[in-house]
Nanobody, 119 residues
C-alpha cells in the first residue's frame, strides 16, 4: 500500500486549500497527515480513523484544518485561514493503531504535496 497526497499549491495568507490522500490498495485503518517545512523536522498534523468517527489534530492547526474521509481509501485535509508558517510539504501515511502522532508509527509514505502560503 502507498498513500499519495494531492492538491498542494500557492495560496495567500488567509486563504484555503483542500488536500487529498488516496491509498493505492488496502484501506488503511488510520490515515494521517504530516508536514515538513524547509529545515525543520516532520510534524504531525491530523489523523482520522477507519470510519471517520474519530479525529485528532495538532494544536497548531486546531480550528483551522479539518480532516475527513469519504470512503475507506480516501482522506482529505481542508485547510482554512492558512498562515505562512503552514508552508511545508504535506504527506499522508497510514497507521495500524489509533492515537499515534509519531511519524515512526506510520508507514506507506508517498510523495508529498507542496503547500506554499505567501504573506
Amino acid at each position: 500500500v502507498q498513500l499519495q497526497a494531492f492538491g498542494g499549491g500557492l495560496v495567500q495568507a488567509g486563504g484555503s486549500l483542500r488536500l487529498s490522500c488516496v491509498a493505492s490498495t488496502v484501506a488503511p485503518l488510520v490515515m494521517g497527515w504530516f508536514r515538513q517545512a524547509p529545515g525543520k523536522a516532520r510534524e504531525f498534523v491530523a489523523a482520522i480513523n477507519w470510519g471517520g468517527s474519530s479525529r485528532m489534530y495538532a494544536e497548531s492547526v486546531k480550528g483551522r484544518f479539518t480532516i475527513s474521509r469519504d470512503n475507506v481509501k480516501k482522506a482529505f485535509l481542508q485547510m482554512n485561514s492558512l498562515k505562512p508558517e503552514d508552508t511545508a510539504v504535506y504527506y499522508c501515511a497510514e497507521a495500524l493503531n489509533w492515537g499515534e502522532v509519531d511519524g515512526q508509527s506510520y508507514r506507506s509514505w508517498g510523495q508529498g504535496t507542496l503547500v506554499t502560503v505567501s504573506s
